[in-house]
């Protein structure tokens, strides 16, 4: 069956930096766009990222735009989210995503704490 994992996490300062990966398994990973989202207490989940399936094109949230980076490694079955420069607005529960044959899957999520 289709499983994300994502790891990484962790409590940063500000400033600081810390690279997510989601490692993806039960489908042909390297067919499809994967994304990351993030949910901060008290808010929706939003979209922060996208890389389509060979990694030709990426978009983001304009409040991580030049901060983040998203790519994969078809060969790993791994998506990552490189992120630089990191905010206290920044602290949320990340998520791995994709839909795979018209079904939505997401990973169980990781930490992600900006404090000093």
């Known amino acids: 069956q289709v499983q994300l994992v994502e790891s990484g996490g962790g409590l940063v300062q500000p400033g600081g930096s810390l690279r997510l990966s989601c490692a993806a398994s039960g489908f042909t990973f390297s067919g499809y766009t994967m994304n990351w989202y993030r949910q901060a207490p008290g808010k929706e989940r939003e979209l922060v990222a996208t890389i389509t399936s060979a990694g030709s094109t990426t978009n983001y949230a304009d409040s991580v735009k030049g901060r983040f980076t998203i790519s994969r490694d078809n060969a790993k079955n791994t998506v990552y989210l490189q992120m630089n420069s990191l905010k206290p607005e920044d602290t949320a529960v990340y998520y791995c995503?994709?839909?795979?044959?018209?079904?939505?899957?997401w990973g169980q999520g990781t930490q992600v704490t900006v404090s000093s």
């Open positions: 995503n994709s839909m795979v044959r018209g079904r939505r899957y």
